[in-house]
């Protein structure tokens, strides 16, 4: 899902530039407090913690219905 909402920044309709411009700042912070978690807790509890958090996510979002899209 990271890299198809990554790659696909370039199929929407508005600036190419702006769109990319936003995506990065975006993702700066969060590469920031990636680095500032792997110094505190290390590799393998945030790598177990981030896939529960994103299994009860998948989990919640299976009982999200359709809005007819």
């Not at 199929?11 to 407090?33: D, R, S």
């Not at 500032?36 to 807790?41: C, N, P, S, T």
Request: net charge positive; aromatic share 14%.
């Amino acid at each position: 899902m990271y890299y198809g909402l990554s790659l696909n920044v370039v199929n929407h309709k508005t600036n190419l530039y702006i769109n990319v411009l936003l995506n990065v700042v975006a993702k700066m912070p969060a590469f920031m407090i990636t680095a500032i978690l792997l110094d505190k807790y290390g590799r393998k509890p945030l790598a177990i913690g981030t896939l529960w958090f994103s299994g009860v996510f998948c989990f919640a979002g299976s009982f999200v219905r359709n809005a007819g899209v």
